[in-house]
């Protein structure tokens, strides 16, 4: 996680973070393949909106997330699966462990290349990674301008976001490429003002600048949509690529 511990104070909202977030769409099991019987370790993995998923589709989970609210939430919607206590950069298990990695919208905490590194160690050949970001479709214009609200422009602290992961073509990852699925997210005005407040941008303001944040996005929203449903344009997206074998 980032050194300056913003990415650990997402257990201070991490009943509304499970509330509000939005989990993978199902066709995310297409992108997966059959995971059957699979042994997956999820690297970041909050309060298990993704987990769920990987549960589902019949993985065997493993689990490492730094923060112990996160990790109390995840429990409780999936007690199945096995928690490491650790972090991406220093993973508390041995080589060649497992047979698929998932960081969800957690990438960009992590510092590389430990991290890469890491998980290149404790996937077995020909172990699949898959490095995803769910979130808004920002190449659509009014909700690319919903998305300024997430924090302040003089926030200093804010940790830069890419859609994809860079692996070294001579490195351990091999046929690395980039995916995305477009989806629709139907929520009320009221679940994405919430969503809001769950961004690191928003837990690290004041309470007044959340409920002004809050408020600029439902009246944003109610331009838009009127009192009704808000229909968000969702995107998953980010990279894959396979352990080169040792």
Do not use: C
């Not at 913003?6 to 509304?16: D, I, N, P, Q």
């Not at 919607?77 to 919208?105: K, M, T, W, Y």
């Not at 007044?208 to 949509?225: A, D, G, K």
Request: charged share 30%.
């Amino acid at each position: 996680m980032s050194g300056d511990g913003r990415g650990l104070k997402f257990g201070t909202v991490a009943e509304s973070y499970d509330r509000f977030r939005p989990g993978p769409p199902i066709e995310t099991a297409d992108l997966l393949g059959d995971l059957t019987g699979q042994e997956a370790l999820e690297v970041g993995a909050g309060t298990g909106k993704f987990t769920r998923l990987l549960l589902e589709l019949g993985a065997i989970v493993s689990i490492v997330e730094p923060d112990v609210d996160m990790r109390r939430v995840l429990l409780r919607q999936s007690p199945e699966v096995q928690v490491l206590d650790g972090r991406a950069e220093e993973l508390p298990v041995a080589e060649r462990s497992f047979d698929v990695i998932v960081s969800s919208s957690a990438w960009h905490w992590f510092t590389q290349p430990d991290a890469t590194n890491e998980m290149a160690r404790v996937l077995r050949d020909d172990g699949v990674i898959f490095v995803l970001w769910n979130g808004f479709s920002r190449d659509v214009s009014w909700v690319a301008e919903l998305t300024k609200f997430r924090q302040r422009p003089d926030d200093a602290g804010v940790r830069p976001r890419g859609w994809s992961a860079k692996f070294d073509p001579d490195g351990p990852f091999v046929n690395a490429r980039d995916v995305s699925l477009n989806w629709t997210w139907t929520r009320t005005i009221d679940d994405v003002a919430a969503l809001f407040g769950t961004y690191s941008g928003a837990i690290n303001q004041s309470d007044e600048n959340r409920h002004t944040m809050e408020r600029l996005v439902r009246e944003r929203l109610v331009e838009h949509v009127g009192e009704g449903v808000v229909k968000l344009p969702m995107t998953l997206r980010g990279t894959t690529a396979r352990r080169r074998p040792r």
